[in-house]
């Protein structure tokens, strides 16, 4: 009977910890190395608000020859980490800010058209300086 309690409660504290090992932080800055020197300030993004409103899928993607998007198996990856790079395929994929710009402003531009509320389309809306 304690080997089994010990053991439920081994599990119990794996799956706590993994949730925590998995988790996304709730507000991020969308500033990579990869995109160089930036000309405007570095985007803030809620990653808790756009999980509460999109499928994951969304943005962790993972695209194979044919355009089906295979869920993507790493979702904590950073955007860089696939764009900019290589794929495994051979092709270049979509570079950094374009792969930004085409997602973000994207969305929000078809939920506008839409009718539903939605985010920043132009530039200033997103990339905000610093008073």
């Given at each position: 009977m304690k080997c089994g309690r010990f053991g439920l409660a081994s599990l119990a504290?794996?799956?706590l910890?993994?949730?925590f090992a998995f988790s996304q932080e709730a507000m991020m800055l969308l500033e990579h190395k990869e995109l160089g020197v930036h000309e405007r300030p570095a985007v803030p993004f809620?990653?808790?608000?756009?999980?509460?409103?999109?499928?994951?899928?969304r943005c962790h993607h993972d695209f194979d020859q044919y355009g089906n998007n295979r869920g993507g198996e790493d979702k904590a990856q950073s955007c860089a980490a696939c764009h900019g790079q290589a794929s495994s395929q051979g092709k270049k994929p979509v570079p950094l800010e374009k792969a930004f710009h085409g997602?973000?402003?994207g969305c929000h531009e078809s939920m506008w058209t839409a009718g539903k509320k939605s985010?920043?389309?132009?530039c200033g809306e997103c990339h905000v300086k610093k008073k």
């Open positions: 504290v794996v799956l910890c993994a949730s809620s990653h808790e608000k756009h999980a509460d409103i999109l499928d994951c899928l997602q973000c402003k985010g920043p389309v132009t």
